[in-house]
């Protein structure tokens, strides 16, 4: 199997942009979390209200109003990982544990609390998405060329070049949410 980040062959017809099959992230559905996310999210819930795994996939999934729940496949790594890192305690309740933030977890979110309003700011963002407010497909191919593209000039960043491709990234954002240009009609213009 090769690797899609390998280079291509000169002559094989392609411009090194993929088409990926389905949504995002090879037909598995949107991705709704950053990497890392999960890592701040969890402890903030916890400390909100010492809870079980379940009642964390509960409580994520009312974030999303219904619309995502995350698996346990990525819920309970977590929490092993949070629990290894003595953010958070898990103490073993009738078989199933319930999870306490620590005092280091709360250090750990007061030093991250900037990170944590971009990780409910991503989810508000997600939520919208999965309720229906998407972008058609070919905007999520036009969204992977331009990171792909990105991705490719690594390494060549003089401060002129910084310039021109924000200046470029600025204003293409500043035209997508302004909207289309009214054009005047011929029946206007008569």
Known sequence: MRDHHSHRDPGDGRDGFEKRPG?????RGPRVFAPGDLKLLLPALIAEQPCHGYDLIRQIEGL???A???SPGVIYPTLTFLEESELISGDAEGGKKRYT???AGRLFLSEQSVALDGVRMRIDVSKRSLRGHDRPPEIHEAVHNLRHALQLHHGRW???EIR???ALLNNTAKAIVDGPA???SS???Q
């Open 64 to 66: 999303f109003d219904g």
């Open 164 to 166: 021109r491709v924000s």
């Open 23 to 27: 949504r995002e992230r090879g037909g």
């Open 68 to 70: 995502y729940s995350p």
């Open 182 to 184: 009214v054009q005047p």
């Open 158 to 160: 003089s401060a002129e």
């Open 101 to 103: 933030i620590t005092d």
């Open 187 to 189: 029946e206007q213009t």
